[in-house]
């Protein structure tokens, strides 16, 4: 799996703003999106996986941010996100983000939003990953009215909070 180039992510970028730029989304229907695409990894508002990072408190209220982290997930990954290559003793190689290390077993959340565990004994090999778990081109498979939708619901706030 190539990264795109700079120039390649910063086109999808522009392509991506445009398309936001275009016309207003719909939460609720960004919120089924967020369901299938996001939600797996990522909690929101109290809905979705603990995989990656709960957007929640996230700077979701900056586009640019958004798209950034969207477009090129690799670009920043905080200590706690970081992916770990796990090579375990029946040859298996698995991807994730180490959830819980303690009593001999590791906690490994994968981007099925599932959690692997997995005796320490079985494994071989335990190395950081440079990319991070969210693939890219993420909304490679959208419409432009599925985006706006889904960027309406990332952007939402839930009744009797401030906005983020």
Do not use: W
Request: hydrophobic share 30%; glycine share 10%; aromatic share 2%.
């Amino acid at each position: 799996i190539r990264r795109g180039t700079p120039e390649e992510q910063l086109a999808e970028m522009r392509r991506l703003n445009n398309d936001l730029n275009a016309s207003r989304g719909d939460a609720g229907r960004g919120r089924e999106v967020f369901r299938k695409l996001c939600a797996p990894c990522h909690q929101l508002h109290g809905e979705g996986g603990r995989v990656g990072p709960d957007l929640t408190h996230a700077n979701r209220a900056d586009r640019e941010f958004l798209l950034a982290s969207i477009v090129d997930p690799s670009a920043v990954i905080r200590k706690e996100n970081v992916a770990y290559e796990v090579e375990t003793n029946d040859g298996r190689v698995l991807t994730g983000v180490i959830q819980e290390q303690r009593d001999g077993r590791i906690s490994l959340g994968v981007t099925t939003g599932e959690t692997v565990v997995l005796p320490q004994s079985a494994v071989v090999s335990l190395r950081e990953s440079a990319q991070s778990l969210m693939p890219e081109n993420l909304l490679k498979g959208l419409k432009p009215q599925e985006v706006r939708d889904l960027f309406s619901h990332l952007q939402s706030t839930p009744p009797g909070t401030s906005p983020p």
